[in-house]
């Protein structure tokens, strides 16, 4: 099974950037479509970005499509979240999750989609 650790959290003003990144190891990276969640304090866990197993598809949600992108370097077994434009209500615990996936086309776009997740890191964005 894979193992999955994000970096790239931090503090950062509105308007700003960050990316985060997910390194995984222990399995064939490239069996496993990726995604993006978050969790605010006080609320769900939220779809934030996926991407197919060959990288060819990706998929958000509108309340980030135009300012998110997610990419994955197979070659260095990590899949990222480059976040621009942040505001202040994109402040959450990001995680990011794996799922083997037949067609390395899919894109899995719910929580229930994924078996194993990463520890988070924390995306705090101020006024």
């Known amino acids: 099974q894979v193992q999955l650790v994000e970096s790239g959290g931090g503090l950062v003003q509105a308007g700003g950037s960050l990316r985060l990144s997910c390194a995984a190891s222990g399995d064939t990276f490239i069996s496993y479509a990726m995604g993006w969640f978050r969790q605010a304090p006080g609320k769900e866990r939220t779809f934030v970005a996926a991407?197919?197993?060959?990288?060819?598809?990706?998929y958000y949600p509108d309340s980030v499509k135009g300012r998110f992108t997610i990419s994955r370097d197979n070659a260095k077994n990590t899949v990222y979240l480059q976040m621009n434009s942040l505001k202040p209500e994109d402040t959450a615990v990001y995680y990011c999750?794996?799922?083997?996936?037949?067609?390395?086309?899919?894109?899995?776009?719910?929580?229930?989609?994924?078996?194993?997740w990463g520890q988070g890191t924390q995306v705090t964005v101020s006024s």
């Open positions: 999750a794996a799922n083997r996936a037949r067609s390395p086309r899919v894109v899995l776009t719910t929580s229930y989609d994924y078996d194993y």
């Open positions: 991407i197919s197993r060959n990288g060819g598809s990706t």
